[in-house]
């Protein structure tokens, strides 16, 4: 089942069989650089990672962590979520795989789970973190609506150092 179709993708529920989709982006280091991973991720820690995901989906729905795939040729291009998390409004999330930067899909699969978060399910707001150095996930945010609200350090254990992260809001209008 597709929760959200676009006209080039659609948004559906993880499934075991996305191993390898996963793998090939969270093993990407330019893909991960700015995630809290920070590195390549071995394909077993992908493996519990999607064994987690699809665990959870029930408990999280309607909100949740999906897979996106191109309706041309049903290709992966990533995962995106909209889920409850430490903020007032659930976090709008997302990674592409490199072959789907700069096409323009981050910024219309955002806007769409957007509009199903404000409208559909009639959240008052949505939430974004990103790091502060990930201009191209700032500008997609920008572009749909979000409005900076501080910049705030993090120590990443990875890295052994503080880390430079941005906050995004945006209010639903009604």
């Not at 064994?51 to 309607?62: F, M």
């Not at 990533?78 to 430490?86: K, P």
């Not at 976090?91 to 592409?96: A, I, N, Q, S």
């Not at 990443?156 to 995004?168: A, H, N, R, T, Y």
């Amino acid at each position: 089942m597709h929760l959200i179709t676009t006209p080039r993708v659609s948004l559906r529920r993880f499934r075991i069989d996305d191993l390898k989709n996963l793998s090939r982006l969270e093993s990407d280091l330019e893909v991960m650089k700015y995630t809290p991973m920070r590195v390549a991720q071995p394909i077993e820690k992908t493996r519990e990672r999607l064994q987690l995901i699809i665990e959870k989906q029930n408990e999280r729905s309607p909100l949740g962590i999906w897979a996106a795939e191109s309706i041309e040729d049903g290709s992966f291009i990533g995962w995106f979520m909209v889920n409850q998390t430490q903020y007032e409004y659930p976090e709008l999330g997302f990674m592409l795989v490199r072959e789907a930067w700069s096409k323009g899909f981050a910024t219309e699969i955002a806007a769409s789970l957007r509009d199903f978060a404000l409208n559909t399910l009639g959240y008052s707001g949505l939430t974004a973190v990103t790091d502060e150095a990930n201009g191209a996930s700032k500008r997609v945010l920008e572009k749909i609506g979000f409005q900076f609200v501080r910049k705030f350090s993090k120590q990443d254990l990875l890295l052994g150092k503080e880390i430079e992260l941005s906050l995004f809001e945006l209010k639903s209008r009604s």
